[in-house]
């Protein structure tokens, strides 16, 4: 492999591992709060068609993004609502979120459209851009350092650099806040939390809101920036392979970063080298598509067992008389 086809594969890896850093950080904090969800491909998927409805109806992403994020929140506060307010079963709420945003995304598209489930193309102000960095220009004769800059740290959309600015930012929350710390020990103990006078239902439905507006972050970057448009379950999974990673990287900001960039490795891998011969024999293409998903499986039967999650995670907290 030479040096511009690896460059190459890594720009892909941020693209890709980006609307599953976003997903994974949504997770992370609402399972720190003790609210498992399941439903971060539902609220991913939403966001990601009534983002690219929006702008394609009003000509501008910043609106699509809007929409994407709120629709994506008003979800989470159904979960957030039968989860917390009324004490349900998490998994089940966040299962029934997926069911719900596969089918309403595709009955809506094709009540407004007529085109199969999916909205028309987004061009011009309907998407995000590439951002060119200052001095990429003057880096792009500079042997090694130039193809670098200009092309794996410059030229992203905003969302990408947004996303990657959040994993510092949700360390520095949960770990050197006063919320971070009483967001943390909700997860582990809310009863010590509510002893000091702290309302644990606020503090798990600010955890579900955050984790929801990231989710709308994510699904609005899948369908403006990753792709032009809204396709029928676009999201392709990308909801579980967070969570995934949000095991492996034991509920740490820093952690689901690395992780989320290897499962972006490998679906930058599965789309750059297909029918790859080694001998005689050609993997197939549908080996290296399955990839991400196999490591998916690796992770959760190799790991489950190891990570330790929040101790107060996926129980209702039932305030004591």
């Keep these: 492999m030479d040096f511009m086809t690896l460059l190459q594969v890594l720009e892909s890896t941020i693209r890709l591992a980006t609307p599953l850093l976003l997903a994974c950080l949504a997770g992370l904090y609402s399972e720190r709060a003790g609210i498992f969800d399941i439903g971060l491909e539902g609220k991913m998927l939403v966001a990601a068609f009534f983002s690219a409805a929006v702008a394609y109806q009003t000509g501008s992403v910043w609106l699509g993004l809007l929409a994407g ?18 004490r349900g079963n998490q998994l089940i709420s966040g299962v029934a979120i997926n069911f719900l945003a596969a089918g309403m995304t595709v009955l809506v598209a094709q009540d407004w459209f007529q085109q199969g489930g999916r909205t028309p193309s987004l061009i011009g102000g ?69 002893t000091a006078g702290v309302s644990v239902v606020g503090l798990r439905y600010a955890a579900v809101a955050i984790a929801g507006l990231l989710c709308g972050i994510a699904g609005a970057y899948l369908a403006t920036a990753l792709q032009a448009g809204f396709v029928k379950d676009m999201t392709a999974g990308r909801g579980f392979i967070a969570l995934a ?31 790859i011969p080694v001998g005689d024999f050609v993997i197939p293409v549908q080996f290296m598509e399955a990839l991400p998903y196999i490591l998916t499986i690796i992770i959760l039967a190799g790991f489950v067992g190891k990570a330790i999650p929040p101790r107060a995670g996926g129980e209702p907290y039932v305030k004591e008389r």
């Design 69 to 86: 994020i709120a629709s994506s929140m008003a979800l989470a506060a159904i979960h957030g609502l039968a989860s917390i307010t009324f």
């Design 126 to 194: 309907a998407r995000f851009e590439p951002i060119t960095l200052p001095f990429t220009e003057a880096l792009a004769d500079v042997p090694v350092l130039g193809p670098i800059y200009g092309g794996l740290i410059s030229s992203h959309t905003i969302l990408v650099y947004v996303a990657f600015a959040a994993v510092p930012l949700t360390w520095w929350i949960l770990y050197r806040t006063r919320f971070g710390l009483r967001l943390r020990a909700v997860g582990e103990n809310p009863e010590s939390v509510d």
């Design 245 to 275: 990673a949000l095991i492996f990287a034991k509920w740490r900001p820093w952690y689901a970063l690395w992780a989320t960039l290897l499962f972006g490795l490998l679906q930058a891998i599965s789309i750059r080298f297909q029918n």
